[in-house]
């Protein structure tokens, strides 16, 4: 599986617009220190936390995935050519907490994002996201725990749940466990 470089375009982003990552910390609501490791891609961070960097430097979170400028009609993408972000971590830098996998890396103007999500037996269960947009969860190896704001619901495998991103939300698989989802969310 190939990684992606989405450190590099943020900093260059941040680069261009002549901001300095105390600046963006403050605006965002992280660390100098972690804008920093995930600039020089020590850490990947969760995919909520790169829509929200993708949406303060005004840019669709697709083109950080993007491989260049130039834009496709259609895109097909084999088993052993998806893109990963690895071992995606927890706000504070942590722990692991699971490998992202995009499927339609190589589509700039998508308006929704498809990821196959595997989870660590190390992930932090106690970090929530919230972002624009609404979120669709499939699960392919479970059970796994679904936080929507205070309601815990278990989804086992072959379950689904389709909710607005804007709610305090979480996944994590049950008993440490393990697990897979697929996750599909369109940014609002």
Known sequence: MNEYNVGNKLKKLRSAKKLTLQFVAEEIGFSPALISQIEHNNVSPPIPTLAKLANFYGVRL??????NDEDIPYQIIRNDERKTISKIVSRDGSTHAYLYESFAFKKQSRKMEAFLLTFSDKIDASNT???GGESFLYVLKGP????????????????????????????????GSGGMLLQVFCQG
């Open 62 to 67: 697709s083109s950080l995935f993007a491989e």
């Open 129 to 131: 996201y919230a972002h």
């Open 144 to 175: 796994v725990i679904l936080m929507l704001e205070n309601v815990r619901i278990v989804l086992e495998e072959g379950d689904s749940a389709y909710f607005d991103a804007s709610l305090e939300h979480r996944f994590c698989p049950k008993d």
